[in-house]
């Protein structure tokens, strides 16, 4: 199993900055990973994403403000927030996506698409 460990969350005003790490091992080869979070009350939402071979995803509320990188060698990903609100506020959580052979007893000949999820870091963000 991949194992994700997440650190930087915080208390900062709005306007401040904060940058989130993500850490994944585990011996798997890891397709993608991402930055997703969640509030008290609502679902979960993309935040941004970033593949192995660099293409980046985000939402259009942290566009211009959010930078989402990656070292594919340490399988490590970062979140730089900047300009932050207190709409931001909520629990962020690292993702990972990898492919199996095999799921839920079932052998996928091409593959199976897992994500992985870290345990989230709390971000509060004040007026």
């Not at 194992?3 to 904060?18: D, F, N, P």
Request: glycine share 14%; aromatic share 12%.
């Amino acid at each position: 199993q991949v194992q994700l460990v997440e650190s930087g969350g915080g208390l900062v005003q709005a306007g401040e900055s904060l940058r989130l790490s993500c850490v994944a091992s585990g011996g798997y080869r890891i397709n993608d990973m991402g930055w997703y979070r969640q509030a008290p009350g609502k679902e979960r939402e993309l935040v941004a994403t970033i593949t192995r071979e660099g293409d980046t995803t985000y939402a259009d509320s942290v566009k211009g403000r959010f930078t989402i990188s990656g070292d594919v060698v340490k399988d490590t990903v970062y979140l730089q927030m900047n300009s932050l609100t207190p709409e931001d506020t909520s629990v962020y959580s690292c993702n990972a996506g990898v492919t199996l052979s095999y799921y839920g007893g079932k052998y996928y000949p091409e593959g199976y698409e897992y994500h992985y999820w870290g345990q989230g870091t709390q971000v509060t963000v004040s007026s």
